[in-house]
């Protein structure tokens, strides 16, 4: 009786280890791993660009600049993964012949975690409530 008491206790925080482990990785893993949506923040995209159906805002900057803004909220529906990855690299043009206007200066990894998430964004949002949300982020920031 008293070595199986022992052994469970054993067990016990053997689990509780286990489950602390897990958990630390986790962490990590959240703080470390980037996302694209991280991505695109961090590579400076928001100077440029927005995405209001996952909430990203243009930088205040740009806006305050008048700078033209192009939201990537519908990008997936013409895009998809490998061309923007190519676009990013400035490997090809655009319908109207045109190359990216900035290139990519991140890892291929990164380019990859970040065109793979913009080729899932396929909410398009139409023009004039674009127009109203920058200015109402204008206007806020005043
Ligand atoms: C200096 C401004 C600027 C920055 C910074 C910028 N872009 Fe762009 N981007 C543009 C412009 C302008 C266009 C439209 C080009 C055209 O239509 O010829 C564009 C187009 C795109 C397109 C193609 C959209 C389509 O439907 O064809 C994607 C995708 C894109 N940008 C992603 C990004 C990402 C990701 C970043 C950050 C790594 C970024 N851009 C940074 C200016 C910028």
Redesign the pocket.
Known sequence: MQNIWKGNKKYHSLNIFIFCVSFFLLLIEKLMGDDGKE??TR???????SIKSEGIEPQKE?LLKG??I?D?S??GL??DSE??QK??KKEI????G?????K?K?SDEE?KI??EF?SHLKKEIPEEELKKWYQDLLNSSR
């Open positions: 991505l695109f590579e400076n995209c928001t100077k440029c660009h740009s700078r033209k192009i990537h519908g990008v013409r895009r061309w923007i676009w990013l043009e655009n319908e109207k045109r190359k990216h206007k900035v990519w991140g380019l970040l065109a913009l």
